[in-house]
């Protein structure tokens, strides 16, 4: 498979993050042209299949906004005002049109990691 996509899990519930506001950017040095808004599933995943596939997915540089403290306020998280993790951005580079790119999001009200998964 080649494209992209994300899967978001929430480590502090121990479960798919459901309902996670994701906007895709693509960057042109400081500009960003948003490309699209979507939502998680009941799996943490976007519906439709990758994010990025066919003519859209191109070499360059792109960021993932992931709301997440609105998705953690949603799940009733005890958070400071204003939350520590509001929304969490994740810039990183395409450079093979014909590779499969994974981001995915481990979330918890207090830290997050990430990695390029398959």
């Known amino acids: 498979m080649t494209g992209l996509t994300t899967h978001v899990l929430d480590t502090a519930l121990g479960k798919p993050a459901q309902g996670l506001r994701i906007q895709l950017l693509r960057m042109n ?21 990758p994010m990025l596939i066919g003519e859209e997915f191109q070499i360059g540089q792109y960021q993932l906004l992931f709301h997440a403290g609105d998705y953690l306020k949603g799940t009733g998280s005890a958070l400071t005002d204003p939350p520590f993790l ?3 951005p994740i810039r990183f580079g395409i450079s093979d049109t014909t590779a499969h790119y994974h981001v995915p999001l481990l979330l918890s009200p207090y830290g997050y990691s990430t990695y390029r998964g398959s």
């Open 86 to 88: 509001d929304v969490i």
């Open 29 to 49: 040095g400081e500009e960003a042209e948003l490309i699209k808004t979507v939502f998680t599933n009941d799996d943490g995943r976007v519906d439709g299949g």
